[in-house]
């Protein structure tokens, strides 16, 4: 388990975010959210998830998310994490991830 003030990163190729976690728990993490330039190209991405729970539009979430978890690699403090559900809002994150490390 992490403890707070954990550096976790959101990588696309080069760093992207740095999320420091300051609310350490299982099966979440919460913790905030800093945005490098080039994550405004997926800002997007989770703007539109944020959105489906209030519009009750379930199905697509999984389409919605497929593409930030092929896009994106979430890191933990020892290393790349395997699948992870990961939700930004504003300057907070939570996610939650797979504890088998990546495969491919």
């Avoid at 979430?74 to 809002?89: A, E, Q, R």
């Amino acid at each position: 388990m992490t403890g707070p003030d954990s550096e976790w990163q959101l990588l696309h190729g080069g760093t992207l975010v740095g999320i420091t976690v300051d609310e350490a728990g299982m099966p979440w993490q919460r913790g905030c959210f800093f945005p490098k330039p080039a994550f405004s190209q997926f800002r997007p991405w989770f703007d539109e998830l944020n959105t489906i729970p209030e519009a009750e539009e379930f199905e697509r979430f999984d389409d919605a998310y497929d593409r930030i978890e092929s896009a994106l690699t979430l890191v933990s403090p020892t290393g790349p994490v395997g699948n992870f559900l990961l939700h930004i809002d504003q300057d907070r994150a939570s996610f939650r991830w797979d504890a088998e490390p990546p495969t491919g």
